[in-house]
């Protein structure tokens, strides 16, 4: 038989004397324990601890290094453990396991925190906030969009009408027109703002949702360019291994037109990796010609891109949230859980 | 659009995809699949069988006594339907079959009688909702053969989602093109069972086509481009045969009779509504195409229903008055019925804007005017004229009698459009060669006629040409066909915009994040509210309880309070900030202002044992919105009384945001019990509506005050103040008399009881005296403390306690 290694000696050891510790009941149990493994005459840690003058010098440091660790391990355990048998009252001090002393909590809707995420994100990649009405004409909402009234794309968003040709805006796609009215390229906004449709109350539908345009107009911006900015936000957003696909779809002020889905890779608590559907975020494309010339710029130079998205939609897919309802019921138990 | 797998595949040889492949596949391509679905999938032990013969059950008026052969010999089986014939052919469940809805056929006895299976109707089918009798098949088939098989029910029925923008899709063919011009195969019409083989001749006229008694004119060429009006004689109406309804049932229409289902049959297949007249009940023998005349403002179509005509709309018409609402629906008057004879068979080409409001106008919408709406394609005529007599004659016989009368007052030109390489890579960020553009549109149509110095000239096929008629159009359909996935996605640097920050966002960001550190939770509520809470009313609300935009948003909280409230929750603190809207004169956008709410109830702090749990008084709101008035409008804006009665909140306990020039942007305080509707135990309601600025300056620049390098002196000061004294004049009075060494100013404490007068309090301050230059001596700071006694006692009859 080998002799066994001193340093395994010593992790048996802790490992034995805090089991020890933990299962020793009261003080006169504890201190029992502390003479077993640390006490200066027959301590079984000690008696190591002695023992290393008679090791040879090579193996005499590695050996008391870890001897001394353990002692140290040991002895902190041993005091914790006096303490909490001990407990409040005899020490003289307060029970320090009574509940703390704070103000309320207060937070933000779940809806505004997912559209902060977004501007966040939108900001690092050079974007600025813009805005515009929420109730407007049919020229900003449709026409100035390259979208006839009379084009059976103006039903697809059952329209809210005020009187005559003013209306609730049915996205936020006016801001587009409203900029470019303004300001010259380069642009680089995103549009955050409520919208309006005539839908019922649904798990999937509400007649007032917020959603964030986005458009970008320059010089020499590509179809590549947005892939690439629209692929980059779905990596800052759900994680670099996010897929992105893009899919050809009509919106009449876009042209070619995506719908753009993201494949999230989600890790379990077991650590392993699962890949969720395809899921739709954002409908989006290049911006049609006539857009930029109904905003006075030449569409030959000019070219750029355009993205809407809903962060209510968003928020239910990061959250779990199965009805749209639930974030207008503003019930505070729900609104606590987001703090 | 309702595709069938089968036909799809049939009509591209070669396709050899799974529907589920399929999907995908199209959904790359831009027309995403939203559902597949299988009527047969659940009649799997369903097969056809023939009654033998049929006798009157001995012990039931109601019940017959049937023998069927399933396929496994004569059995008898009791059936309950009227309608069971001697030789005809039924769908028929054997013991042991299980049918929708986990039925299963057991042997039975039913009133004395064995019965062994079921002869079943469409209901029990889980095909229709009839259940009226038995479903009778009408065809040749082989006892015990599959019926899904035999009635083309092994389908797979795709619900292909088709944009506004793409009618040419509107058509198995148009998807076939798509799934082809992937290199899965092209695109052949399958061979019609019986095809007589006609070649039909076409008789062209600008204004009226005739040839004998029979014409058809188009008297309002803006509406409709062009009229084919071919005649077929001695047609017989009676069933499809199998095939067909298959077709049909696969693309999820439903069979009527022979000439009702070629025409739909050619509209499932290459886009073209058609519509057959009974020849013999157009008055003249003839169609004339014209708008509604003042005479005629009533029209039944063919569904029944009695339609309200307007003089805009397009009306196909015989010599005397309307027989069809123009590519919308005909009319019940000259519908093809059993004993029709000769027909007029109608292909015609209407104006999408014109269906679109007569469409909407009627409230209505039908396969055909569906397609018209999105646009049909005008080369396809012919085709689809052809196919659909073709059709008839094969299923219901008859002969073409002439040539087809073609009116045609707009001839149709495809248009050439230059597409340029430089373009397409200034757009797309990858160039394209020539070959590769030709290889990627030819087959979808396009042809690429000429070339010359980099710019193609491409011919738009008449299904494309609604949607294609730019460049970018024809650069949207190469990114298309090469495949938005096949791009490169690398970020490449970029410009910062012209545009800044708008500096809203930065205020409303400051606002809510200073609620949230302050215990308020952020609510979100819509702008509808009912009558009387707003000045904005939508014209076409979904809801005509709410048929209100809002013009505060407090309104709406107090309601979230109240639900909060019904759910038991008793510390409620929320706020939101949203859009006010009001009017601004007739025919003009409302006024928007951002506004911002709050609503509490409840207690100071969160349940703690060393808490006295106080509820939030007074203070607490005051302090609030002063916190939201010094960051909406920093130094400009104090909070004060209430100065006048309002309808929220109570008197005495309210408070005004108000600016220098006196107005008033906001108000909070205590509310009234009119505008909440509490449960019994709540406390008291504090609420606050403050306007936002609509444009926020840049936050003031903070100027650093050199810290003091000389003690201070503090003295305490017990004043017995008069109640008709306000406790600002005495701050104020205090902070204008203590001179240029007073520092600060602090009340510490409020009394108010036997110790002192009646009709005063005591308010106690804390005064701090500071020199910027050296230590100050106790006579120094008597003579100021002297000096405000005396002011405070000669304007205020404020006195000192003793």
Redesign the interface.
């Known amino acids: 038989m080998t002799e066994q290694d001193p340093k395994d000696a010593l992790r048996a050891l802790e490992v034995e004397a805090l089991d020890a510790i933990d299962r020793a009941q009261d003080p006169e149990a504890l201190e029992a324990v502390r003479i077993d493994y640390l006490g200066r005459k027959d301590g079984r840690i000690s008696a190591i601890l002695r023992g290393l003058g008679s090791m040879s010098p090579e193996r005499r440091p590695a050996v008391g290094q870890e001897a001394n660790r353990v002692k140290e391990v040991v002895a902190d355990a041993l005091q914790n453990r006096e303490r909490s048998l001990a407990g409040p009252a005899s020490s003289g001090i307060e029970d320090l396991t009574l509940p703390g002393r704070g103000p309320w909590k207060g937070g933000l809707h779940p809806v505004t925190q997912a559209v902060d995420e977004i501007w966040h994100i939108f900001r690092d990649l050079g974007f600025t906030r813009a805005r515009g009405p929420e109730a407007d004409t049919e020229w900003y909402n449709f026409e100035a969009l390259n979208t006839p009234l009379d084009h059976p794309a103006a039903d697809e968003q059952d329209t809210l009408y005020l009187v005559d040709s003013v209306l609730l805006r049915s996205h936020t796609s006016p801001v587009q027109m409203r900029t470019m009215e303004t300001h010259e390229p380069p642009i680089r906004i995103i549009a955050p703002g409520w919208v309006y449709r005539r839908d019922t109350y649904d798990a999937t539908h509400t007649p007032a949702f917020m959603q964030v345009e986005g458009l970008v107009i320059d010089e020499g911006v590509t179809f590549v360019d947005f892939k690439a900015t629209l692929a980059e936000f779905a990596r800052r957003y759900w994680g670099p291994d996010t897929q992105t696909r893009f899919r050809p779809s009509f919106f009449p002020f876009t042209e070619p037109s995506a719908e753009v889905d993201v494949k999230r890779v989600i890790t379990r608590p077991d650590g392993s990796k699962e890949e969720t559907d395809w899921l739709e975020i954002m409908g989006a494309g290049m911006v049609d010609p006539a857009v930029l010339e109904n905003a006075g710029y030449d569409a030959e130079r000019y070219t750029g891109f355009a993205f809407g998205m809903g962060p209510a939609r968003i928020a239910m897919l990061k959250h779990g949230v199965d009805d749209l309802r639930t974030f207008f019921e503003n019930d505070v138990r729900f609104l606590d859980q987001f703090v | 659009m309702n595709v069938s797998y089968r036909w799809l595949r049939d009509m591209v040889p070669g396709l050899d995809l799974s529907p589920e492949k399929l999907a995908e596949h199209l ?4 027309a ?1 699949v939203e559902d597949i679905s299988s009527a047969g999938a659940e009649l799997g032990d369903i097969v056809m069988g023939v009654v033998l013969d049929s006798t009157q059950h001995p012990n039931a008026d109601r019940l017959s006594l049937c023998t069927v052969d399933g396929g496994h010999g004569e059995v008898k089986v009791v059936c309950g339907a009227p309608n069971v014939k001697v030789g005809a052919w039924y769908p028929f469940a054997p013991v042991g079959a299980v049918l929708p809805g986990n039925f299963k056929i057991k042997k039975s006895k039913i009133r004395g009688e064995v019965s062994d299976g079921m002869l079943c109707s469409s209901k029990e089918l889980g095909l229709g909702t009839e259940h009226d009798g038995i479903l009778e098949i009408q065809g040749e088939f082989t006892a015990g053969e599959s019926f899904v098989e035999a009635i083309g029910l092994d389908d797979a029925t795709m619900d292909v989602e088709i ?4 009618g040419d899709l509107l058509s198995h063919a148009g998807v076939a093109r798509e799934v082809a011009s992937e290199g899965e195969g092209r695109v052949e019409l399958s061979e019609i069972e019986g095809d007589p083989g006609i070649e039909l001749s076409f008789e062209r006229d600008a204004q009226e086509a005739r040839r004998g008694p029979v014409g058809v004119r188009i008297d309002d060429a803006d509406l409709c481009l062009r009229y084919l009006g071919a005649v077929i004689r001695s047609v017989k109406i009676g069933p499809s045969p199998a095939w067909l309804q298959q077709r049909l049932r696969g693309a999820g229409a439903r069979p009527i009779n022979n000439v009702v289902d070629a025409t739909n049959f050619v509209m499932l297949e290459l886009g073209q509504p058609l519509h057959a007249f009974d020849l013999n009940g157009l008055a003249g023998t003839s169609i004339v195409v014209r708008r509604v005349r003042e005479d005629e403002r009533s029209f039944t179509t063919l569904d029944g229903e009695k339609r309200k005509l307007t003089s805009d709309m397009l009306m196909i018409c015989d010599a005397e008055r309307p027989v069809a609402i123009g590519g919308v629906m005909g009319g019940l008057d000259s519908e093809v019925e059993d004993d029709t004879v000769d027909i007029l068979l109608e292909c015609a080409l209407f104006d999408p ?1 014109s269906i ?2 007569t469409r909407k106008a009627l409230v209505m919408s039908t396969d055909a005017s569906y397609r018209f ?2 646009g049909v394609d005008p080369e396809g005529m012919e085709l689809a004229m052809s196919r659909a007599v073709a059709l008839i004659v094969a299923t219901a016989g008859g002969e073409v009698d002439g040539p087809v009368l073609d009116c045609c007052p707009v001839a149709f030109e495809a248009a050439t459009v230059d597409l340029r390489l430089s373009r397409i890579e ?5 160039a394209f060669e020539a070959d590769l553009v030709r290889e990627l549109l030819t087959p979808l149509g396009f042809d690429v006629v000429g070339e010359s110095d980099g710019t193609l000239q491409v011919r738009v096929p008449g299904f494309r040409s609604y949607d294609v008629r ?1 460049e ?2 024809l ?2 359909e190469v ?2 066909a090469h495949g ?2 096949n ?6 640097p ?9 500096p ?2 930065a205020l409303e ?1 400051e606002l ?1 994040q200073s ?14 509210v009912p009558e009387g809470e707003g000045d ?7 809801a005509t309880t709410e048929p209100f ?1 809002r013009r505060a948003i407090l309104p709406s909280l107090i309601r ?1 309070l109240e ?2 409230f019904a ?1 038991g ?1 008793h ?4 706020f939101e900030i ?2 006010s ?1 009001r009017s601004a004169g ?5 006024h ?1 202002e951002a506004h911002l709410a709050a609503v509490l109830h409840g207690r100071r ?2 349940p ?4 006295d749990g106080a509820a939030l008084a007074v203070w607490d709101l005051k302090a609030l919105l002063e916190r939201v008035a010094a960051t909406a409008y920093g130094g400009a804006a104090v909070v004060v009384p209430g100065s006048q009665e309002d309808d929220t909140f109570v008197a005495g306990a309210a408070f005004d945001v108000q600016l220098a020039d006196g107005s008033v942007v906001g108000r909070g305080g205590l509310l009234k019990g009119e505008v909440v509707d509490p449960p019994a135990w709540a406390g008291e309601i504090w609420g606050l509506e403050v306007t936002l600025p609509s444009n926020p300056g840049a936050p003031e620049v903070v100027t650093f005050h050199p810290l003091p390098q000389f003690p201070a002196v503090e003295r305490d000061l017990a004043l017995l103040v008069p109640d008709n004294v306000w406790a600002y004049d005495v701050d104020a009075l205090i902070r204008i008399r203590g001179g240029p060494l007073l520092e600060g100013v602090e009340l510490f404490d409020l009394y108010r009881g036997e110790a002192v007068t009646q009709g005063t309090r005591s308010l106690a301050y804390r005064l701090r005296f500071r020199s910027p230059d050296r230590t100050l001596k106790d006579k120094q700071v008597d003579k100021a403390v002297g000096v405000i006694l005396a002011r405070l006692k000669e304007e205020l009859s404020v006195e000192q306690r003793g």
């Open positions: 959904a790359l391509r831009g995403p944009t506004a923008n793409r804007k679109r409001s709406e999105r200034h757009l797309l960020g990858v730019r970018v159009d650069i949207e990114a298309r938005y996935d791009f490169p996605s690398d970020l490449g970029y410009r910062p915009g012209t545009v800044a920050d708008h809203m966002f960001d809510r609620l949230a550190a302050r215990g308020l939770l952020e609510a979100q509520t819509p702008a509808f904005v009313r939508v014209a076409n609300p979904l935009i979230r639900h909060n759910h929750n510390d409620v603190r929320l949203g859009t809207f007739s025919g003009e956008p409302p928007e702090e969160p703690h044992w060393s808490s």
